[in-house]
């Protein structure tokens, strides 16, 4: 057997995805490359021309890695998450869309037929006088074309197949993402069912935490782009909605480098069920007018609470939590 | 015996609600009832959790602001709740479902009315929507 047809094979592939999860892994760089020298990626939509008839025809398990990355929105990510599970030994859920729903969870604040009327009929720069609508097929002369089903729902990676690995972030940093590489592809394997990130909140490791008063109290509120924060100062303290607190780190504090506060990417720290409501727990604790009428103004001086505490993790919140549906059920 | 209303979680202080009261009988009484040592420490999750498992509504009944026995568990909670609200209604669950007032009763003998209280105003509310459901 030629050395070549030695190398472990690996899959890389997008999901309900931006593409922000690949870009962070084409910037490993040379790490890239060299992890290119040891392992066959057999599957990269984003990056490489691959056909799926090659993944299907590979045996169960020969693909000894696949990172996933993106949510699972309709029938088709579904189909590829079961493919690549099947095909796989093991699954690493890579970035917040595919550990936690990410963004696109917040559209499950809204019904699947509202979504689809504002983005087909309702927003000003749409013009469909016809009220045209994506249809499941349609019959383009002579021959029915399919488009995948679109589920109610957005879902994390793990409502849909079963996820060995979490690696948080959006995108996830190339620091943790080659820790993760590196250990999963060496067999070093960590605790079934981690995540591949630090425990602790960001803010243990936050750099202007030194500026964070013993005792935090929250009087005004102010958006980011109201307000210039100095750089060393801690978000919060100045008013500025900051889900260091309740976030896990491990980021590297990017957002925090760019004067800009956590938005919470990483999702819970470990052991927390809901990110969202620990988050709103710990800001509500935070705010301190006491007398009724100042409280109530800066209550409502919170711009979309439940955007914030939702913003990456909705999908797998207490209330967001829903099983992907089977596809041989009308939803 | 007060009307059951099998649907609804209530949270009541024990600093404040039903500590001179006999609490086989409260307990008889009050369907779901959750004596806690302070409300300051209902945690968000448990109320999320309560809606999630079908409640209908979740009351709280907490010291009269301000005479928090743990100086100020019922301002916590009370922001708590505010807060939580929102986070409700963007769930298309109406806030109203989620109810804190402040009060005390030793005897625990207002518990009931308080609850058939609040099991009249949900009456006047649009139905729920299952968890995480469309309508």
Known sequence: MSPARKKAKIAIYWLGACGGCDSAIVDLGGSLLELAEKVEIVLWPAVLDFKYDRIRSLADNELALTIMSGCVRNSEHREMAELLRAKSRLVLACGACACFGGTPGLANLRQKGDIVSWVYGDAPTVVNPGGERPQPFCRVNGTELHLPRFYDHVHALHQSIEVDYYLPGCPPPVDLLLGALSALLSGKLPHRGSTLAPQKPLCDSCPRAASKPARLEIRTIHRCHEVEVDPTDCFLAKGVICLGPATRGGCGGTCLAANTPCRGCFGPVEGVRDAGARFLSSLAALIAPEDDEKLRELLEAIADPAGYGCRFTQPVSILGERSCPDDSEEE | ?135
């Not at chain 2, 059951?4 to 009832?33: K, M, P």
């Open chain 2, 1 to 135: 015996m007060t009307e059951r209303h099998s649907a609804i979680i209530v949270f009541t202080c024990n600093f404040g609600w039903g500590y001179q009261g006999d609490r086989e009988s409260l307990a008889a009484a009050i369907a779901n009832w959750l004596p806690v040592t302070c409300c300051g420490s209902i945690e968000a999750e448990q109320i999320l959790e309560a809606f999630r498992s079908g409640a209908d509504g979740i009351l709280i009944l907490a010291c009269p602001r301000g005479e928090c026995h743990y100086h100020e568990g019922d301002f916590q909670i009370y922001k708590r709740v505010q807060l939580l609200k929102q986070l409700l209604a963007a769930h298309r669950i109406d806030p109203e479902r989620l109810a804190i007032e402040f009060g005390r009763d030793p005897s625990g003998e207002a518990i009931s009315a308080r609850v058939a209280g609040f099991a009249r105003r949900l009456g006047q509310l649009d139905a729920p929507l299952a968890p995480g459901g469309d309508a």
